[in-house]
């Protein structure tokens, strides 16, 4: 049977691995299901190559032939990925999926074509029936240029992983498909691909660059164009006040979730050393996108967490709670670059838009204005114009390497060497130019991240002043840079300058008002100023923005245990748990169940963290339940292990035994010591215990902390 399309052979081809049809026959029977979803599907017939025979000629032990090259010539091409597929030495690989892709990369219609819908459609239709290992996923999407974007028939249960199968029902697997209903859908992608074909002009052509003219260009063919725009306006005015008229309605436009997230880009290098770009280039395009008006953009904790992680995009876009997801890919060699975006709609996973970036390192800050022009086109928003606060471009030199400092500093390795590493980049990038703010903003961070790997008061404050003096210059450089602002901020919170620090944060949130980690960090200093309805309202809006970041839900839940909110403590907690779980949060949660005295609970989350703090949530917890030698033989030795870097936590604990001047000690002492943990003080639910006490005012006036609460 020929193709719908004239010059073609088939309008499908079948692609898998003999191997995975011999224990059940799936393939041959996912084959016939299609077929006959293809009948309902399709007026005309439409013809399926798959190579069901043995005998036909192409097994994966003969060589290739004419006749398979004839074959190959199809309008769709759907490999069955399983655990064996990607497999560089197999012929299924070599002779039918990268034959297809060359075939149809320089066919007249192409390999990615745009569907009748406006989004784009690629004519390799991945149907992956098991979970894949990281390397296969991204062979596959190395040869493709892009992400894989499969139909999924899997059926997952605990410790099950294998292809769905017709009576496999709903309520039992774990991705909540059925089969039936994935049949219906390679088939309406099908037809989506071949009716896109049988139109003009359906092949995605590579993007270029075209000059805009400028508004102040004369032409006379502008000249005649203005009085035809002119009839033209007043033609539409008519026919819309006609329809008024008789419709007695207003033309309601359509309501848009503009919501997004930004997956991190894959590194398609040669040689998978370009992470650090790829990972920069993503981020850099979070944050243009999070400066447009009515755009809600998630924020980068949340939308990295899903690096590396082969997730379905509903799922991800589910879990985020967004409409759109922007991914893709970057192959960098050398000076030059390609980078392949795509924005997805989540509701369905059609691509709403596609575009490939062929250009030279120079290019960078423009190439990434135009991938975000083209998204908030797309999404029918505008960027800010004159007033879009963006930084200053540098040398692509120095921007490599300041992404490569980035890159090590977020990998959240602490150590000396990552910080030397970190700083030798960003002194290679001064090297080339010393009035680079992105050097100097590069160098605060170094400073400021060493802090917390500092042995010393002593060499605490030689590492402030380091940092605090990058981050002036920065800023003195280029006052767009918000994550210097945020440097400078945190920096004033460690000084227990808080007015200082509200200061700054404000500086930047005029650069960057929908930043989800700016508000995140107001709103920890709303809440320790004792301004707590303010605090709850950005934490919400924190937490919108970044659902998946812990550290936005840990301190929500701390403000909600202070102001005696326990159970929306709790499921706070609780939800940094099911995320990410840390020492502190079983500690914070064992302090919660404490508080609303359930000890057997309280005992058995502070167990599960660390030494510090599991004793720190268990002593409280045995002096409540009158086990009180356990609780004073356990801070006798919690004194002596964590006296120089647990003191405020000491005066906590002495607070809630109700040795109020001992508590007070150790209060001055973590003055002294110059505690971290000392700014809290308004929001912990121990020192609430003291409130009317003046020396507990006093300590406010030294922290510079109000006495009241809002």
């Known amino acids: ?146 992400p894989m974007r499969p139909l999924d028939f899997i059926f997952r249960s605990a410790g099950v992983n294998r292809h769905l199968a017709h009576q496999d029902e709903r309520k039992d697997n774990q991705n909540h498909t059925v089969y039936r209903d994935q049949i219906n859908k390679v088939a309406m992608s099908v037809r989506d691909i071949i009716t896109s074909l049988k139109q003009p002009k359906s092949k995605i052509e590579p993007s270029t660059s075209t000059p805009v003219a400028s508004i102040n260009q004369k032409s006379s ?231 917390f790997e500092a042995l010393s008061v002593k060499e605490v404050n030689e590492l402030s002043k380091k940092s605090r003096h990058a981050a002036e210059k920065s800023l003195g450089l ?42 995140f960090s107001q709103a920890n200093i709303l809440r320790d100023q004792g301004r707590f309805t303010e605090a709850e309202e950005l934490y919400k809006k924190s937490i919108e923005l970044d659902p998946l970041g812990t550290r936005c839900l840990f301190s929500f839940s701390i403000l909600y245990g202070y102001l005696g909110k326990y159970d929306d403590a709790i499921e706070q907690v609780r939800k940094a748990l099911s995320i990410a779980p840390r020492p502190v949060h079983y500690s914070l949660l064992s302090n919660y169940y404490m508080l609303t005295q359930q000890f057997d609970k309280a005992i058995i989350e502070g167990q599960k963290s660390d030494p510090f703090w599991r004793d720190y949530s268990l002593i409280p917890c045995l002096w409540s339940l009158n086990r009180k030698e356990e609780s004073e033989a356990s801070l006798k030795k919690f004194i002596k292990d964590y006296s120089d870097i647990g003191a405020y936590q000491i005066s906590e604990l002495y607070v809630w035994k109700g040795e109020n001047d001992k508590a007070f000690e150790w209060l001055n002492k973590a003055y002294e010591q110059h505690d971290p943990g000392l700014i809290e003080i308004k929001s912990s639910w121990f020192w609430r215990l003291l409130k009317s006490d003046d020396r507990y005012k006093k300590m406010l006036g030294k922290l510079n902390l109000p006495v009241q609460d809002f």
């Open 478 to 519: 280029d006052k767009n840079l918000v994550e210097v602002y945020d440097i400078l901020s945190s920096l004033a919170v460690n000084d227990w300058n808080l007015p200082l620090a509200e200061s700054d944060l404000q500086k930047a949130l005029k650069v960057d008002p929908a930043n989800g980690a700016l508000l």
């Open 1 to 146: 049977m020929a193709s719908i399309i004239r010059g073609y052979e088939y309008d499908i081809f079948i692609s898998y691995r003999h191997k995975d049809n011999k224990y059940d026959g799936w393939v041959s029977q996912f084959v016939k299901d299609l077929r006959g979803e293809l009948e309902s599907t399709f007026k005309d017939d439409v013809s399926i190559y798959f190579d069901e025979n043995p005998t036909d000629g192409l097994q994966e032990t003969h060589d290739v032939n004419e006749s398979l090259k004839d074959k190959i010539k199809c309008l769709v091409f759907i490999p069955i990925l399983s655990r064996t597929y990607c497999d560089i030495h197999s012929f299924a690989w070599k002779n039918e999926f990268l034959a297809f892709r060359d075939f149809a990369s320089n066919d007249s219609f192409g390999l990615k074509v745009k569907l009748a819908n406006g989004n784009v459609g690629n004519r390799i239709l991945p149907i992956r029936i098991h979970d894949l290992d990281q390397d296969d996923i991204k062979l596959f999407e190395k040869e493709i240029g892009g």
């Open 221 to 451: 063919t502008g000249k005649k164009i203005v009085p035809a725009l002119l009839g033209l306006v007043l033609l539409c005015l008519v026919g819309y006040g006609i329809a008024y008229f008789f419709l007695g309605n207003t033309p309601k436009k359509e309501e848009i979730d503009r919501s997004i997230a930004v997956l991190p880009f894959a590194d398609m290098s040669e040689k998978k050393d370009q992470e650090y770009f790829s990972d920069g280039l993503s981020e850099e395009l979070l944050n243009l996108l999070s400066k447009t008006p009515d755009l809600k953009v998630i924020s980068r904790t949340s939308a990295f967490s899903f690096k590396g992680k082969n997730e379905d995009i509903r799922s991800i876009g589910d879990k985020l709670n967004v409409a759109y997801i922007l991914e893709g890919s970057v192959r960098k060699a050398a000076d030059k670059l390609r980078i392949t975006a795509q924005l997805i709609k989540v509701s369905d996973g059609t691509h709403l838009w596609s575009e490939n970036y062929d250009r030279e390192m120079n290019d960078i800050f423009k190439v990434q204005g135009e991938i975000a022009s083209a998204v908030v086109k797309e999404l029918q928003v505008k960027l800010i114009g004159n007033n879009y606060n963006m930084p200053k471009e540098s040398d692509p030199r120095i921007y490599n390497l300041w992404l490569q400092s980035k890159f090590l500093l977020n990998l959240g390795t602490a150590s000396n060497e990552t910080f030397q590493k970190a700083s030798d980049l960003l002194m290679e990038a001064y090297a080339i130019d010393s009035l680079d703010a992105r050097v100097w903003s590069g160098l605060a961070r170094v400073y400021f991240n060493k802090m």
